[in-house]
């Protein structure tokens, strides 16, 4: 049985800057989006579906068993699409956390997809997401890794202060990669869409940042593994390498 209570959904869009078309592209004799339904459904968290603003995702998640639902071309970001298909979908207001899992973590686990979410049992938490400590100096310094810093409350959970693509905090001690799967209280998410982009969101083009600058507060667990996000031709050929083994 569904639980009604949560939504995972999962933002798909063809016109990647890097990688145009990649939610269909194949990895192992499937389309990438449906390596990430696939694990979203297996994680049975809650209904799910993928939500897109390109027929032609729609009908291949639908020919794989799927539920897509269809929206606007003109949204700005992730978050702001699956608002709207949350509306669609649920127009009576019965899914309370709504889970944005990006289209393109085809390596994505299902124990990733299902941890985001113990955060959310405190009541003062409006949006949980994942880090995993760094290990190597590349991705200490790489832009592309965004740095999640916190303040621990135990075991493997933090408050977030700030996130950033700077090598940060300064000194020694652990550094975390951000990992973009986010869950959002219902109310969180509607207050998020309305805001106006923020000025440290603008600056370090992290959209995460407009929440903490209007007081929301994030936390985030730290898992053991970061999946492998696919954003150009070499990160489709390592997907490729990884799921061809699994």
């Known amino acids: 049985m569904i639980d009604p209570r949560f939504l995972v959904l999962i933002p798909a869009r063809m016109a990647a800057t890097r990688l145009p078309g990649k939610p269909l592209a194949d990895i192992a004799g499937l389309p990438m989006i449906v390596h990430v339904l696939r694990r ?10 993928v939500a897109t603003d390109t027929p032609e995702i729609a009908s291949v998640v639908a020919a794989h068993g799927g539920e897509a639902v269809m929206t606007r071309p003109d949204h ?3 978050s702001d699409r699956i608002h709207e298909a949350m509306q669609k ?17 085809p390596t994505i686990t ?3 997809i299902r941890e985001v979410l113990p955060p959310l049992q405190d009541p003062a938490v409006d949006i949980a997401t994942l880090a995993s400590q760094i290990h190597t100096e590349e991705e200490d310094l790489a832009p592309s890794v965004v740095k999640a810093i916190g303040t621990s409350l135990g075991g493997r959970r933090m408050r977030a202060l700030y996130f ?3 090598t940060a905090p300064y000194g020694d001690g652990p550094r975390y990669h951000h990992i973009g799967l986010y869950a959002y209280r219902r109310a ?3 207050r998020y869409v309305s805001l106006p982009p923020s000025p440290l969101e603008l600056q370090e083009k992290l959209e995460q940042l407009r929440a903490l600058e209007a007081g929301m507060r994030i936390d985030f667990t730290i898992v053991d593994t970061v999946p492998r996000g696919v954003d150009t031709p070499a990160d489709l050929e390592t997907a490729r390498s990884i799921l061809s083994k699994s």
């Open 188 to 190: 969180a998410l509607e």
């Open 40 to 49: 979203a459904e297996a994680a049975a968290i809650g209904r799910v579906a």
């Open 76 to 78: 700005p970001s992730g």
């Open 110 to 112: 299902i124990d990733n």
């Open 164 to 166: 950033t693509r700077a």
């Open 89 to 105: 979908l649920d127009p009576e207001g019965k899914a309370e956390i709504v889970v944005n899992l990006q289209g393109d973590f």
